[in-house]
């Protein structure tokens, strides 16, 4: 499957009727332009995909044309938009593949604004797309001609196994032919595929009715999150583990006794790079205290090494085993399950019974004084957790530049302090940014700025099982005090949150009462682990008011986040992704622990304006969703997947993170 230079699934110009898997995320690079714009000497043509849902890909285009002329800007188009196709339903055996789809959806200049239907099927090594576009006068002028529009078709035929594969089209407007590699799935790039293609239009004119064939060609890497995801329920162990006839770290002529499981465990745990760890035994349950920095991508891995092991290391008698996740020396949750039906599940990857004895609770209530300890007192803990972080503010196909950055570190010290407490620091060094940052320039009021931005001390805490909540008192934004606050509110019953934040700040000049108050209220559907729905109000960082609207799609540890959000007059939408920049297997701890960031978050977005003379001005710092400096949420409960049904999702993680780095700590 090929990336079309309009930002689509498809042939070399045209749309197929076939759309992006679920969590395949696709990047090109090209220099095809629409020659009805013009000859320009610079093409560069852009595009990002996701398989956001079954059967629905979203695109978002970056097209930049230009002849650049000495102490120029812009002298050519320059333009965002958002393409979305669906995949509609079959409804007869055999029958063609149906879709529909829009191009450049909203904007104030709508260079490639399209709607379209096609049709496609495969016959052999052919596959062949037709279809009908109806495109708008491109900028809303008859003389630039039309951007897709009219009968187009094209045919694909695939050179046996070679990945080669030969194109022919017509998009209603001229010709096309080209050639197309697509690579096998290459394991160092994680199991991403390379598209090559190459392409020669015939009969093209431009806007003056000029000859204007070219060559161009573009590279697009393709990345299967979700086959990634998926890819622990095939994982096979190079050690396996003894057969379940043979009691664990047993040997012949010896019969460790309680205590002495206990105490295998507990080193195994600490040496696996667990703090704070306490094992013990209440009634016929081994329950496991620990807390965890070193796997930082997902507590799934953490979770599987804790139970793996005590599954292992438990005592003759103990039924079932409890992993008890701390954070910030708080009881945070507990995930538990039946040790016969893991110690299986470990041997011979079966999920099923695994899946049916999993349980999870928030905020376990146990008492401590029942449970047989093996030692009091946890293990140590780190003194000084230091994560360093990229911090950019940027800038995508202005009138000013095609892409403007302020790029900086931004290193965080965290130092325990009392039970649910933490002094937070965050610190930014500039590291580089674009002329258009510098002082003077057309970005300057969002260069990053160096020092000591947040120092302040934060307090997590839990009112009864449903309720957890952070609030941050200390210097924010460099230069004021305030009061930072979060709590999730967990709905009974299910796995749906509603999420309350708010910020007040000590006023600076020229900010008005609205703008140092700050504050969101949302809830959160969940309506799988992987899939959430969030609504709300907020009253955001520009001073003004109105609702927001996330659907989130979690890939593995990925998040694919689509936006809408409404301030005052002003609308904006866009997409978010957010990726773990931290190794899944982290720094050992020691007296100071360096770690990334388990999620970095990073987008686009474009002005939703009012029709098509609209202008969309640049607006860095409007209608921005509330950001605390200090996230409890993702340090505290794994980014909001803590529910019983995403540690089931994870089972085969689990398995995979014991084998990777648990199994090695006990007997072979």
């Known amino acids: 499957m090929g990336i079309s230079t309009q930002g689509v699934t498809g042939g070399l110009i045209v749309p197929s009727a076939y759309v992006l898997p679920e969590g395949d995320v696709a990047l090109t690079r090209g220099n095809y332009a629409e020659p009805q714009l013009g000859a320009f000497s610079q093409r560069r043509n852009y595009s990002l995909g996701i398989g956001l849902l079954p059967n629905v890909e979203l695109f978002g285009r970056f097209a930049d044309f230009q002849n650049p002329l000495p102490g120029s800007t812009i002298n050519g188009p320059r333009d965002l938009s958002a393409n979305i196709k ?39 090594p052919v596959r062949w797309s037709a279809g009908y576009a109806l495109g708008s006068h491109i900028v809303g002028n008859s003389a630039n ?39 096998p799935e290459l394991a160092f790039l994680g199991h991403a595929r ?63 006794t309680s205590e002495d499981r206990q105490e295998s465990l507990l080193r195994a745990l600490v040496s696996a790079g667990f703090e704070r760890v306490r094992v013990g035994v209440w009634g016929n349950s081994l329950l496991v205290e620990y807390e965890n920095h070193r796997y930082e991508q997902t507590e799934a891995d953490a979770i599987g090494l804790v139970l793996g092991l005590a599954a292992e290391n438990a005592p003759s008698g103990v039924r079932r085993i409890s992993a008890v996740t701390f954070k910030s020396g708080l009881r945070q949750y507990e995930t538990s399950v039946d040790v016969s039906v893991y110690r299986a599940f470990l041997r ?142 967990f709905v009974p019953g299910g796995d749906d949150v509603i999420r309350l934040r708010a910020g007040a700040y000590q006023r600076q000049p020229g900010q008005t009462n609205a ?33 927001s609207f996330v659907l989130t799609r979690w890939f593995g540890d990925v ?61 860095p710092n409007a209608v921005r969703d509330m950001q605390l400096d200090y996230n409890a949420e993702l340090r505290q409960l794994n980014a909001g997947r803590t529910s019983q049904r995403y540690f089931i ?8 993170a014991f084998y990777l780095y648990g199994r090695d700590l006990l007997p072979r």
């Open 559 to 619: 998040g694919a986040h689509l936006f809408f959000r409404k301030g005052g007059n002003r609308q904006f939408a866009g997409l978010e992704i957010s990726i773990p920049l931290t190794p899944r297997k982290g720094m050992e701890p020691g007296f100071i622990q360096f770690t990334g960031t388990p999620q970095f978050q990073r987008g686009i977005r474009t002005r939703i304006t009012g029709g098509s003379t609209a202008t969309n001005n640049v607006e």
């Open 515 to 547: 703008q140092r108050l700050q504050a969101s209220g949302s809830y959160r559907w969940a309506y799988s682990p992987s899939t959430w729905l969030e609504a709300g109000l907020q009253q955001y960082s520009d001073g003004t008011r109105g609702p």
């Open 348 to 489: 011979d990857g079966d999920a099923s019974q695994a899946r049916t004895s999993l349980a999870t609770d928030r905020f376990p209530d146990y008492p401590e004084a029942e449970v047989h300890w093996l030692s009091p007192q946890p293990t140590r803990r780190t003194p000084v957790r230091v994560e360093i972080k990229p911090d950019i503010n940027y800038t995508v196909g202005t009138e000013v530049g095609a892409f403007d950055y302020s790029l900086a570190a931004n290193v965080q010290g965290i130092l325990p302090l009392w039970r649910g407490a933490e002094l937070y620091t965050s610190y930014i060094r500039r590291v580089s940014n674009s002329d258009n940052y510098e002082p003077g320039f057309a970005f300057s009021g969002s260069r990053q700025r160096n020092g000591l931005k947040v120092a302040a001390v934060q307090q997590s805490f839990w009112l009864g099982s449903q309720v957890f909540a952070n609030v941050g008192v200390g210097r924010y934004n460099y230069d004021a005090y305030g009061v930072q606050g979060e709590a999730s509110l």
């Open 86 to 124: 669906l995949k509609l339903p079959s409804f007869w055996r055999g029958q063609p593949h149906v879709a529909l789809g829009l191009n450049d959806i909203s904007g104030g200049a709508s260079f490639f604004k399209s709607k379209y239907a096609v049709v496609s099927d495969e016959i052999g």
């Open 649 to 656: 999702s994870q089972l085969h993680r689990m398995r995979e």
């Open 194 to 256: 390379l598209v090559a293609t190459l392409q020669r239009s015939s009969g093209a004119t431009n806007n003056a009715g000029l000859p204007a064939s070219r060559t161009s060609a573009a590279l697009s890497l393709v990345m299967p999150l979700e086959a990634n995801a998926r890819r622990p329920a095939s994982f096979k162990p190079d050690l396996a583990l003894a057969p379940m006839e043979v009691g664990p770290g047993t040997a012949p002529g010896m019969i460790p």
């Open 145 to 183: 001609g039309y951007a897709f529009n009219g009968a187009f078709g094209g045919v694909e035929w695939s050179l046996g196994q070679s990945g080669v594969s030969l194109l022919a089209e017509y998009d209603g407007q001229q010709k096309h032919a080209g050639i197309r590699y697509s690579s």
